[in-house]
């Protein structure tokens, strides 16, 4: 089976950046995606096909993804970003996929 | 405005049913293709089942394959799972969530819904 990997957590002071990785086989053979959970809320779409970015969700919010690695990276990161971070992809023949989220903490 | 509202969870035994339920407004339904996620307590995103926008088309995670049915009604714009022989491990907060866009570019989620607790008691 297909797996999405994302470090636990990742720490980062406000104003500083974020960047979070999500490692799968040839992941950058597919589009990959990112979403923001917050605690008790559904999650939240922020970036799709790789880099780009929804309606509503702010600059400082970007993606890449190249070969086996898709990162998102949250620039001048702000307390209000605080949340769980969440890759996904799709395969043919793997349907779809998440990562196994990431916890963002701003200190 | 998009919106998706689930209902139908509940406390089951296990080897118990279900059927949940998420009614959709604000965009047109038989356009796009749905799914259900879950997302197990205090645990990450797992995709379940998905429905193309005929329903002519359906897809499952191994996890539930062979258990869950899931469909949906034009009519009531609404989607549905089914699930049978519910096993402890399926207690989640149960999803809903809209398909972006068409074709391959478009496998992603745009829209949730507020999820539906489904509790399996073994």
């Known amino acids: 089976s297909y797996e999405l990997t994302q470090p636990p957590s990742v720490s980062v002071s406000p104003g500083q950046t974020a960047s979070i990785t999500c490692s799968g086989d040839k992941l950058g053979d597919k589009y990959a995606c990112w979403y923001q959970q917050k605690p008790g809320q559904s999650p939240v779409l922020v970036i799709y096909?790789?880099?780009k970015r929804p309606s509503g969700i702010p600059e400082r919010f970007s993606g890449s993804n190249s070969g086996n690695t898709a990162t998102l990276t949250i620039s001048g990161t702000q307390a209000m970003d605080e949340a769980d971070y969440y890759c996904q992809a799709w395969d043919s023949s793997i349907s779809y996929v998440f990562g196994s989220g990431t916890k963002v903490t701003v200190l | 405005e998009v919106q998706l509202l689930e209902s139908g969870g509940g406390l089951v035994q296990s080897g118990g049913s279900l059927r949940l339920s998420c009614a959709a407004s604000g965009f047109t339904f038989s356009t796009y293709a749905m799914s259900w996620i879950r997302q197990a307590p205090g645990k990450g995103l797992e995709w379940v089942s998905a429905?193309?926008?005929?329903?002519?088309?359906?897809y499952y995670a191994d996890s539930v394959k062979g258990r869950f049915t899931i469909s949906r009604d034009k009519s009531k714009s609404s989607l549905f799972l089914q699930m049978n022989s519910l096993r402890a491990e399926d207690t989640a907060l149960y999803y809903c969530?809209?398909?972006?866009?068409?074709?391959?570019?478009?496998?992603?989620?745009?829209?949730w819904g507020q999820g539906t607790l489904v509790t399996v008691s073994s």
């Open positions: 429905i193309s926008g005929s329903g002519g088309s359906t």
């Open positions: 096909q790789d880099s």
């Open positions: 969530a809209k398909k972006a866009a068409a074709g391959t570019g478009g496998y992603y989620f745009d829209y």
